[in-house]
């Protein structure tokens, strides 16, 4: 079956610095959206890429979707605190029945320190 | 403010109990998920609807089952529980279309098997 595959697994950095978590999928996707998981919560979707190519910016968030579109990538410039938590990638296949069926990576838990 | 809500946040049971767990929307949304969270693993789907009265198994149904005998509600049953279905329990809503809608997640209900 198709899975995703996310990286790293947890990424502690000092504030101010850079952060990049990498979504790599087994299938070919026709979207992929991201979701972040404040600690004790539960995830919030952020955004979804559709195009190959497709690059999208929130604020410091940059988000990427593979020209193959079996990877995506999201880039936070200058953490802050408010940052920290899980951060998801999630895929539906491409072709087929899915009903909007997400598989999900298995985040990347982000640490920043004052 | 549109809402996923689940019925406990905290529930400890003991093994080979029934137990239900349930999940109101009210966001009209077709689709609603049910989904596991541990540790390391990420978030995996243990069954969907897309409609009421219809079920699709997910990646891991094994020793659950579902119902939505309404479009608002799906309840998630472990006919017997077992240690190993200790978990976060996240039910989550999403519209049906042509594209694909980003989730709607509740807060979780954090199910202890003892």
């Known amino acids: 079956g198709q899975q995703v595959m996310q990286i790293p697994q947890y990424q502690h950095v000092q504030e101010g610095e850079d952060f990049t978590t990498y979504c790599n999928s087994s299938?070919?996707?026709?979207?992929i959206q991201w979701y972040k998981q404040r600690p004790g919560g539960h995830p919030v979707f952020l955004i979804q890429l559709v195009k190959s190519g497709e690059v999208k910016k929130q604020k410091r968030l940059t988000f990427q979707f593979g020209e193959a579109k079996k990877n995506s990538s999201l880039h936070i410039t200058a953490t802050q605190t408010t940052d920290v938590g899980t951060y998801f990638c999630a895929g539906v296949n491409a072709g087929g029945t899915s009903y909007g069926k997400l598989t999900f990576g298995q985040g990347t838990i982000l640490t920043v320190h004052p | 403010d549109v809402k996923v809500t689940q019925s406990s946040r905290y529930l400890v049971k003991r093994t080979g109990e029934k137990v239900f767990l349930e999940c109101v929307q009210d966001?009209?949304?077709?689709?609603m998920f049910w989904y596991r969270q541990d540790p390391g693993l990420g978030l995996r789907l243990i069954y969907f609807?897309?409609?009421?009265?219809?079920?699709e198994k997910g990646d891991i149904p094994e020793g659950y089952s579902v119902s939505r005998e309404k479009k608002e509600r799906f309840s998630l049953i472990l006919e017997s529980a077992s240690t190993n279905q200790t978990s976060m329990y996240l039910c989550?809503?999403?519209?049906?279309?042509?594209?694909?809608?980003?989730?709607?997640f509740g807060s979780g209900t954090r199910l202890t098997v003892v």
């Open positions: 966001m009209d949304h077709e689709n």
């Open positions: 609807s897309y409609d009421v009265k219809m079920k």
């Open positions: 299938t070919t996707l026709s979207n």
């Open positions: 989550a809503s999403s519209l049906l279309g042509t594209g694909v809608y980003g989730y709607t």
